[in-house]
């Protein structure tokens, strides 16, 4: 099943629980450029712990610089404060694994155990994803791969400082598909 269709199967269960949720919802807290604000909106150790793992994935911090200020997007916003991100295989990559390691100490309800062993699970297909795309702040083959592990830590660790929740629903393969529903359940 394409990411596409798990994002619209993860709208319809949303519907069938009587939630509506908004699709790509965006803050101005969240943007490509994190953690270069001067006035960042979080605790000084998350913009630190975020510098630190920018250049532990080969970050490039002038083109990070440069780049023109965009909004990111969670896939949906469920309430005023939950938020909900579809991961995928190909966010399970070594380079998400990096920043698991980043997590100590700081505001987040990852279950960082679990996309440990899913990120050791399906690293080796998610690395072959974009393996040769470069991106302006990660300027190296697979570059496309690290800011996605970057962003994807982002919002894991700046949801908290703005009083939200984020539900990360694992979707890497057919049997984690099928518990989402179960999970939406629970944790709704």
Not at 89 to 103: E, Q, V
Not at 136 to 142: A, E, L, S
Request: charged share 30%; glycine share 4%; hydrophobic share 40%.
């Amino acid at each position: 099943m394409s990411g596409k269709n798990v994002v619209s199967n993860v709208e319809r269960l949303l519907v069938d629980l009587g939630i509506a949720g908004r699709r790509d919802a965006s803050f101005e807290w969240m943007t490509n450029r994190v953690p270069l604000t001067d006035d960042f909106p979080a605790p000084p150790r998350v913009r630190y712990r975020l510098m630190a793992l920018h250049a532990r994935l080969g970050g490039d911090w002038s083109s990070l610089e440069q780049k023109r200020r965009r909004r990111l997007r969670f896939d949906f916003q469920v309430d005023e404060k939950t938020l909900i991100e579809v991961d995928q295989r190909y966010h399970f990559s070594s380079a998400r694994m990096t920043t698991l390691d980043f997590y100590e100490d700081l505001d987040h309800r990852l279950d960082v155990n679990q996309y440990n062993e899913l990120c050791s699970r399906f690293s080796a297909n998610a690395d072959r994803y974009q393996s040769k795309r470069e991106t302006p702040d990660f300027p190296f083959p697979g570059g496309r791969t690290a800011q996605r592990a970057y962003f994807d830590a982002a919002k894991d660790l700046l949801v908290f400082a703005h009083g939200f929740r984020l539900i990360r629903l694992p979707a890497a393969d057919d049997e984690l598909i099928e518990s989402i529903g179960l999970t939406l359940r629970v944790q709704l």
